[in-house]
Structure formats: C-alpha cells, structure tokens
C-alpha cells in the first residue's frame, strides 16, 4: 500500500494500533518463515531486518540456524518493537528505514518484510540499505503481487463498476519483470523471484477492511467521492466480500525476492 501520501508518524500510529494483534495472523507468520528462508541466513551473520514489526523474521532466523544471530531491528512504531523485545532476545531499535543509526558495512544481510510499499521513497531507502550492508551483502524483501490482496482487489473493481479507476498500488513491485526492472535501476543485482499465495481468511465485518482500505493514499479518488457513489462502491464491494467469504478463497499473493548489493 503505497505511502507517498502518508508520512513516518502516521505509520508508527497505524502499527502501534496493530502491535497487540499482529501475531495472530498466521499469514505474517508465514510470510516470515518465507523470506527468511529465501535468504538462508549463516550461523554468526550480523543481519538487519528492516521494518522488523514484532521481530517476527528475528526470530525466524534463529529457528532456521538453531542457534543465537547478531540480529537487529529496527522499526518506526515503538509498539512494534515493544512487543519484539517481548518475545525475542535479539536487538531493537526505532529507527527510520532511510535513516539508520549504523556504521557503514555493518551488517552482512538485510531483510525487509512487507514494508518496501510503506516507504516513501524506496531509492532513499536503498542508498541508505547499501551504506550499512557490506560489499556483496543480499537482501530479501516481500511485496504483494499486483492485486494481490483480495481486498484490495474487490474495492478496485467495485469502483471500476461504478466509473471510478483507482491505481493498484502494489503494481510497480507486483510482478516479476517489474520487480527486475526496478532492481535494475537502483544498482542491485536479481538472484531469484518467488510467487507464492496464502489462503487466507477475511474480515468478518466488511465495513471494517472497507475502511482500513480507504486510509491509504490510492484510495484518494473514492474517498473524495460524492456519497452516492460511495455508498454504491461499498454495496458492490459488500456483495463480492460475502461471496468470498462463503467460498472461503480469498488469496493473498506475495513475492519474494532475493537480491544483493554490488561486490
């Protein structure tokens, strides 16, 4: 979900909000799992994660390792990082993901797990990602496919329905030529693209996830929208929600990408 609208504060609220309940989600989990084992960390590694939430990737790594990692993360909500110092030993700090307080070439890999779409401007980030890797360090980073995320989905075409075309936020990273494309013009070298889809479970009040979607900045068009038009995107997106929910199919779709910072 893009950010270019919202800035750091905003987005520490927002994950403060979900640091008590994020856990829960067994797709976050599994997403961690993933990347972590897309990057396939060494015993002694001094890694990065970036956006690091509840630490859930942290503590990955030390499950894939069996053993203790000189791991950091760092994160804007300090809700997040209070609930990672909870459950994990590893180190963190609140940090900004374009600003980070390390020496250069500290760390020997980087991970950064469905925060790449929150940055607002992703080259700033990187430039920032190759001062503190070392030469030749790799970086694994997770974003939805383009429309990956069913809710998303359904409020794009109800509003397509209804004349109203929203950009899908997550197309510019949402594919695999376009995640090489852009890989490409920031200096980083592609190692490997995964797809992968978990099914998962929605909502269970459509007002709800409609109205989360409505915060971020894509949605502009919509939520600027003369009331009759709302209203009728959001019958439209509440008939298709149902629907998914009764077939219970609803696919989140992610890729993973393995990368590396030039030797």
């Given amino acids: 979900m893009s950010a270019t609208s919202r800035d750091t504060t905003w987005i520490a609220h927002e994950f ?15 997403r961690a799992d993933q990347a972590v084992q897309l ?17 859930l990737a942290a503590r990955a790594c030390v499950r894939i ?33 374009a600003q980070l307080p390390f020496r250069p070439a500290a760390f020997d890999a ?8 929150y940055l607002p401007d992703v080259a700033q980030a990187v430039t920032e990602w190759r001062r503190v890797a070392q030469p030749g360090a790799d970086l694994v980073f997770t974003t939805p496919a383009a429309d990956g995320i069913a809710t998303l989905r359904l ?26 494309e ?30 989360r979607v409505l915060e971020y900045g894509f949605a502009d068009k919509l939520r600027n929208a003369p009331a009759a038009t709302g209203d009728a995107v959001y019958d439209r997106f509440q008939s298709a929600y149902r629907e998914l929910q009764t077939a219970g199919t609803a696919q989140h779709v992610t890729m993973f990408t393995r990368c590396s910072f030039p030797a």
């Fill in 16 to 30: 403060d909000r979900r640091a008590a309940t994020y856990d829960e989600s067994e797709m976050h989990r599994w």
């Fill in 39 to 55: 990057l396939r960390p060494q015993p002694g590694q001094r890694i990065l994660d970036i956006a690091t939430g509840t630490g």
């Fill in 65 to 97: 390792t069996h053993g203790p990692q000189r791991i950091v993360g760092v994160d804007v909500s300090h809700g997040m990082l209070r609930a990672a110092a909870a459950a994990s030993t590893s180190s963190y700090l609140q940090a900004d993901a």
């Fill in 110 to 117: 980087l991970l950064c797990i469905a925060a790449i779409p």
């Fill in 155 to 180: 409020i794009r075409q109800a509003a397509a329905d209804h004349g109203l075309v929203l950009p899908d936020p997550h197309a510019r990273l949402g594919s695999t030529d376009q995640i090489a």
């Fill in 182 to 211: 852009t890989l490409d013009s920031l200096g980083l070298l592609l190692r490997q693209v995964r797809e992968s889809t978990y099914l998962d479970t929605l909502d269970a009040d459509p007002r709800t996830a409609y109205d």
